[in-house]
């Protein structure tokens, strides 16, 4: 029995709902009736798909009024005691159906949140992770750095133009590994932002620059397209403000891979008081443009749905806006938007 309370709540359901009706029909149950009408409503509310509960309420409903049509026989009771009785029994059924739509609402908002929180803990164990690898890497890192700058130095009577190319390009190589590895450690380990006026075009180079071999593996132009410098200031944290941009641009370079035309566009700009970086590419667009920026919406299969909602919510901490529109023929504008710094702190 309680195998089948499990696996066939819906055919017990209907089941218990029959047997209530016949009964109805043959006894006088009045009010009564409702009773056993609210357990095969709760029945079904555990019953997929989600329709089943409401439907068998209806059903309830319908049989309970229909009593009075197909058995109008009501012996001595009075006309309005067995439309009363009757009414309460719609009422019964009725509010056990709100409630138990309200619960099962409730669970399954506990059963998200549940979700949302092993998500969150699994983001952390990955933040540490990523804080010791960057630990680790650093000092390995360092040494081919400096191996490769002594080698290049003693190589330099050497005529192999050759083997100076690559020693050069281990070390740069190398550098940028260790800039990245910098950049990992700045945004996983600090705990309280640290604010100062901050150069959005310098942002974008340093961003542009850290994703500059996925772009290449991608096959991927990205334009920048700076204001001229000096650029007034913003004044936020430089990490932050970093990890917007290398969400946005991370996002359009995946955005365009594969595509036959992979542009990206990095645009800075000043308007009177405020700052602009719009980051537009070529891709397909966003599927859907209210929820792009929900915590762990995302269309992609390895993808966390995290790096919209946390670049909006750094965006409005610096008292600025970051909003998503459509190409007009195909792709997404990324827009972030943020206040000019004028000297006072904020
Ligand atoms: P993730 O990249 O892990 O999916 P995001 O929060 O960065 O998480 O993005 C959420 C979703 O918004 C993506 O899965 C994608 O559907 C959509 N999106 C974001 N940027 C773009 C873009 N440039 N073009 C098309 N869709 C995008």
Redesign the pocket.
């Given at each position: 029995m309680r195998r089948l309370l499990t696996t066939r709540p819906a055919t017990l359901a209907f089941l218990l709902v029959a047997a209530v009706f016949a009964v109805d029909l043959c006894l006088p149950l009045g009010v009564a009736s409702a009773v056993p009408y609210t357990f095969a409503v709760l029945l079904a509310l555990g019953a997929k798909p989600g329709w089943i509960g409401p439907g068998v309420a209806a059903l309830c409903g319908v049989l309970t009024l229909a009593k009075m049509e197909i058995a109008p026989d009501r012996g001595t009771t009075e006309m309005w005691k067995v439309i009363a009785n009757r009414g309460l029994a719609l009422f019964a059924i009725g509010m056990t159906t709100l409630l138990g739509l309200l619960r099962r609402r409730a669970e399954a908002k506990n059963r998200q949140h549940e979700a949302d929180l092993a998500r969150m803990s699994r983001l952390a164990v990955a933040g540490e992770l990523a804080a010791l690898l960057a630990h680790e890497l650093n000092q390995p890192l360092a040494a081919v750095c400096l191996q490769a700058d002594i080698a290049a130095h003693l190589v330099k009577e050497s005529d192999s133009a050759e083997l100076k190319e690559a020693l050069g390009e281990v070390s740069e190589q190398s550098r940028r590994a260790a800039e990245i590895v910098r950049s990992i450690r700045r945004t996983v380990r600090r705990a309280d932002p640290e604010r100062a006026p901050v150069d959005l075009n310098e942002v974008v180079l340093a961003v542009a620059r850290l994703l500059d071999w996925k772009a290449r593996r991608a096959g991927v132009s990205v334009e920048l397209n700076l204001a001229p410098d000096p650029l007034a200031p913003t004044y936020g944290d430089r990490a932050q403000l970093e990890q917007v941009l290398f969400?946005l641009l991370q996002?359009?370079v995946e955005?365009v891979d594969g595509r036959n035309t992979r542009s990206v566009v990095i645009e800075t700009r000043q308007e009177s008081d405020l700052l602009a970086v719009r980051v537009s590419?070529t891709?397909?667009?966003?599927?859907d443009l209210e929820r792009?920026f929900e915590r762990f919406?995302?269309?992609?299969p390895d993808?966390?749905?995290?790096?919209?909602?946390i670049s909006r919510s750094i965006a409005e901490a610096h008292g600025g806006t970051l909003t998503a529109a459509t190409r007009p023929i195909s792709g997404?504008i990324?827009t972030c938007v943020l206040p000019v710094y004028r000297g006072e702190s904020a």
């Open positions: 969400n996002n359009a955005a590419d891709g397909e667009g966003l599927a792009a919406y995302t269309t992609k993808g966390m749905g995290l790096g919209l909602a997404a990324f």
